[in-house]
């Protein structure tokens, strides 16, 4: 088969990596210049993606195209009317994820409780809200390529601390040209937990995906909001969740043409489940993480998605645990070339292949047979383990981890420990999973 891999950052590496171990021919075009060294060496890559349109399109129904973000999907649709096979998004999934506005809005539509939500292009008008209101908010900005880093969970009740927050970023604006879009959203105490499914543009494969993210830097959810610093998934239990919630759009997606991997993140409690945001894109680094629970190869769960063969995927029970292993100065970029940049990447000698087969390369390339450091943070791998239980996905996950050797690795050690110690039964108790997960 032929893959056409169309991103900004080549965040679909580990994915590409294992179609072409799998003897599939892979051409990747990563847009961002500045992310080009990454998987260097290990991947073959295009200037121009749309000069391989022909190359994919003689491959008839062995051709596709990957695209990794929610920021093309007029494109997307655009090719799908020209005949080509796409599994990525669509424009109406750019919408959900990039205008939380019109996200939360057709979250309304479909049924759900939505929480409060504010959208700003002015941080005045926002503090001015605060003041008024001495209410808890979250900030986030809107834009797929925003600074996650950037956004926040108010800690104050009154908002003073997100007011102090809100002036600081105005400070830092240097020219008429900066963008200023976000939201200030009501905050929803409860647990964070997220369900995702693959659709095959008219309905979703069966079964769905529980995920409980940890975005947090540090343990106990301190630190700066990175992308992600591990995740916990399970594709047993997510049946009331889904019906409740993701299941709802589907008719929307199937009007839209959406073809891919889309994801829910919601606030559970006592009373309702609360949604926050959507992915309408293969979640970094959750598509790993997946994988590890999918009994079919990629390019099989693709094939069936694109002839709507079936509408099932064929999944392990138990839990998949990952977790991010970094350098210093991730999630920043800036001093990455003088602290971490070009390290190699060696292995304790108790490693064995079975092992590197659960380690998910990201910011990576190839120099002289030495995997090195790459790219532009310091997001270096996952390491995923598998279990019965979220404590056996743990030990495993962490035994892998501690078989790296890289210089001022850094990774958190308490992934999926929250579950463990209550929020998992507390799930349970409130109804929304079965005793038998």
């Given at each position: 088969m032929k893959f056409l891999g169309i991103g900004e950052?080549?965040?679909?590496?580990?994915?590409?990596?294992?179609?072409?171990?799998?003897?599939?021919e892979i051409k990747v075009y990563v847009e961002n210049p500045i992310y080009h060294d990454v998987y260097a060496g290990m991947l073959t890559f295009t200037p121009d993606w749309r000069s391989e349109l022909e190359w994919i399109r003689q491959a008839?129904?062995?051709?596709?195209?990957?695209?990794?973000?929610?920021?093309?999907?007029?494109?997307?649709?655009?090719?799908?009317?020209?005949?080509?096979?796409?599994?990525?998004?669509s424009g109406f999934g750019d919408m959900l994820e990039s205008n939380r506005e019109f996200g939360q809005q057709i979250l309304l539509e479909i049924g759900m409780p939505i929480a409060n939500t504010h959208h700003f292009n002015d941080f005045d008008k926002a503090i001015e809200l605060i003041y008024k209101t001495n209410k808890r908010y979250v900030y986030k900005s809107n834009g797929t390529n925003s600074d996650r880093?950037?956004?926040?969970?108010?800690?104050?009740?009154?908002?003073?601390?997100?007011?102090?927050?809100?002036?600081?970023?105005k400070s830092q604006m240097t020219a008429?040209?900066?963008?200023?879009?976000?939201?200030?959203?009501?905050?929803?105490?409860?647990?964070?937990?997220?369900?995702?499914?693959?659709?095959?543009?008219?309905?979703?494969?069966?079964p769905a995906c529980l995920d409980w993210e940890h975005k947090h830097f540090f343990p106990a959810n301190l630190g700066e909001l990175t992308g992600e610093m591990g995740t916990v998934v399970t594709y047993r239990g997510a049946e009331i969740i889904f019906q409740r919630s993701l299941l709802r759009l589907e008719s929307k997606l199937k009007e839209?043409?959406?073809?891919?991997?889309?994801?829910?993140?919601?606030?559970?409690?006592?009373?309702?489940?609360?949604?926050l945001e959507f992915s309408s894109r293969f979640g970094y680094p959750g598509y790993c993480i997946c994988a590890s629970l999918q009994q079919d190869s990629w390019e099989s769960l693709f094939k069936r998605m694109l002839k709507k063969s079936?509408?099932?995927?064929?999944?392990?029970?138990?839990?998949?645990?990952?977790?991010?292993?970094?350098?210093?100065?991730?999630?920043?970029?800036?001093?990455?070339?003088l602290l971490s940049k070009g390290l190699p990447i060696l292995f304790q000698p108790s490693i064995i292949n079975s092992n590197q087969q659960n380690l998910h390369f990201n910011e990576v390339a190839k120099q002289d047979d030495c995997i090195v450091t790459s790219g532009v943070t310091g997001n270096v791998a996952t390491a995923v383990g598998v279990g019965d239980t979220i404590?056996?996905?743990?030990?495993?996950?962490?035994?892998?981890?501690?078989?790296?050797?890289?210089?001022?690795?850094?990774?958190?050690k308490d992934i999926g420990a929250a579950l463990v110690a209550g929020d998992l039964q507390q799930l349970i108790d409130w109804g929304y999973l079965n005793t038998s997960i």
């Amino acid at each position: 088969m032929k893959f056409l891999g169309i991103g900004e950052y080549c965040d679909l590496g580990a994915l590409y990596l294992r179609l072409g171990g799998a003897g599939h021919e892979i051409k990747v075009y990563v847009e961002n210049p500045i992310y080009h060294d990454v998987y260097a060496g290990m991947l073959t890559f295009t200037p121009d993606w749309r000069s391989e349109l022909e190359w994919i399109r003689q491959a008839g129904q062995d051709g596709i195209i990957l695209f990794e973000s929610a920021s093309k999907g007029s494109i997307q649709d655009a090719l799908r009317q020209d005949g080509y096979q796409v599994i990525g998004g669509s424009g109406f999934g750019d919408m959900l994820e990039s205008n939380r506005e019109f996200g939360q809005q057709i979250l309304l539509e479909i049924g759900m409780p939505i929480a409060n939500t504010h959208h700003f292009n002015d941080f005045d008008k926002a503090i001015e809200l605060i003041y008024k209101t001495n209410k808890r908010y979250v900030y986030k900005s809107n834009g797929t390529n925003s600074d996650r880093t950037r956004n926040y969970v108010g800690m104050a009740e009154d908002g003073s601390d997100l007011i102090t927050l809100l002036k600081h970023y105005k400070s830092q604006m240097t020219a008429e040209t900066d963008v200023i879009d976000f939201i200030l959203m009501d905050y929803i105490s409860g647990i964070e937990v997220g369900v995702g499914a693959y659709f095959n543009g008219e309905h979703f494969l069966q079964p769905a995906c529980l995920d409980w993210e940890h975005k947090h830097f540090f343990p106990a959810n301190l630190g700066e909001l990175t992308g992600e610093m591990g995740t916990v998934v399970t594709y047993r239990g997510a049946e009331i969740i889904f019906q409740r919630s993701l299941l709802r759009l589907e008719s929307k997606l199937k009007e839209s043409g959406y073809c891919g991997y889309i994801n829910l993140n919601m606030i559970a409690n006592a009373e309702g489940l609360w949604p926050l945001e959507f992915s309408s894109r293969f979640g970094y680094p959750g598509y790993c993480i997946c994988a590890s629970l999918q009994q079919d190869s990629w390019e099989s769960l693709f094939k069936r998605m694109l002839k709507k063969s079936s509408l099932y995927v064929a999944t392990d029970s138990g839990f998949a645990v990952g977790v991010v292993l970094n350098v210093p100065p991730f999630p920043y970029s800036y001093g990455y070339e003088l602290l971490s940049k070009g390290l190699p990447i060696l292995f304790q000698p108790s490693i064995i292949n079975s092992n590197q087969q659960n380690l998910h390369f990201n910011e990576v390339a190839k120099q002289d047979d030495c995997i090195v450091t790459s790219g532009v943070t310091g997001n270096v791998a996952t390491a995923v383990g598998v279990g019965d239980t979220i404590e056996a996905a743990r030990h495993q996950a962490y035994d892998l981890a501690e078989k790296i050797i890289l210089p001022n690795i850094r990774y958190r050690k308490d992934i999926g420990a929250a579950l463990v110690a209550g929020d998992l039964q507390q799930l349970i108790d409130w109804g929304y999973l079965n005793t038998s997960i």
